[in-house]
């Protein structure tokens, strides 16, 4: 395992959660750690991502004001804090890291993956 997803669960809408992922260090020094959401039969969706030293993040508009990309360099560990959850944000929530900052937004970019943890938003 060399990247580890974890806190998801079950919420209402409007409630907010917070994902935490587990950089591995046999991933070695990657350069940025993303987070992506596959929504029941809906293909894997860019959110955001956070350079490893923390000080740059990039995400998609529609999360603006809600999700926050942050990174804990102590613990090895990115964070996605996610509030005013909305049903639309059900799904897989993946973390994967990417040894270069370019081209964040393409999954192709990211050579490390998690497993995924599942966040259902009911309404």
């Known amino acids: 395992v060399q990247l580890q997803a974890s806190g998801g669960g079950l919420v209402q809408a409007g409630d907010s959660l917070s994902l935490s992922c587990i950089v591995f260090r046999d991933v070695g020094s990657p350069k940025a750690v993303g987070w992506f959401r596959q929504g029941p039969g809906l293909e894997r969706e860019f959110l955001g991502v956070?350079?490893?030293?923390?000080?740059?993040?990039y995400h998609i508009d529609s999360v603006k004001g809600r999700f926050t990309f942050s990174r804990d360099n102590a613990k090895n560990t990115v964070y996605l804090q996610m509030s005013s959850l909305q049903p639309d944000d059900t799904g897989v929530y993946f973390c994967?890291?990417?040894?270069?900052?370019?081209?964040?937004?393409?999954?192709?970019?990211?050579?490390?993956w998690g497993q995924g943890t599942l966040v259902t938003v009911s309404s």
């Open positions: 994967a890291a990417s040894m270069n900052w370019r081209m964040v937004r393409f999954a192709s970019e990211y050579k490390y």
């Open positions: 956070v350079s490893w030293n923390g000080r740059r993040v």
